[in-house]
Nanobody, 122 residues
Framework: QVQLVESGGGLVQAGGSLRLSCAAS????????MGWFRQAPGKEREFVAA???????TYTDSVKGRFTASRDNAKSTVYLRMNRLKPEDTAVYYC????????????????WGQGTQVTVSS
């Protein structure tokens, strides 16, 4: 049974930082691209960042230079470091696992965590 468990969300002031973690179990972690998505109220779930099994990253334009995705294959954990947070970053953040080496769209990810709330106050 695949499980993805996110942690690290919370309330932060604009300009602050948070680090999200996602612990994976029940899958071959090193064979999966891992992604971060977010969903704000009334909006569709959107891509934030992805990291391939080999550590190659890609980001949506709005977070480039502020967010960094990383992974620790020994711990089957992926991270999202978020710096210089803005109120528009407020959303539920989801971790996801894809069965292919690299993926950036919702439809390419088959496993999802329960989400963690990030709220950025102005």
């Amino acid at each position: 049974q695949v499980q993805l468990v996110e942690s690290g969300g919370g309330l932060v002031q604009a300009g602050g930082s948070l680090r999200l973690s996602c612990a994976a179990s029940g899958l071959s972690f090193t064979k999966n691209a891992m992604g971060w998505f977010r969903q704000a109220p009334g909006k569709e779930r959107e891509f934030v960042a992805a990291i391939s099994w080999s550590g190659t990253n890609t980001y949506t334009d709005s977070v480039k230079g502020r967010f960094t995705a990383s992974r620790d294959n020994a711990k089957s954990t992926v991270y999202l470091r978020m710096n210089r947070l803005k109120p528009e970053d407020t959303a539920v953040y989801y971790c996801a696992a894809s069965g292919i080496s690299f993926a950036t769209t919702v439809h390419e990810y088959g496993y999802w965590g329960q989400g963690t709330q990030v709220t950025v106050s102005s």
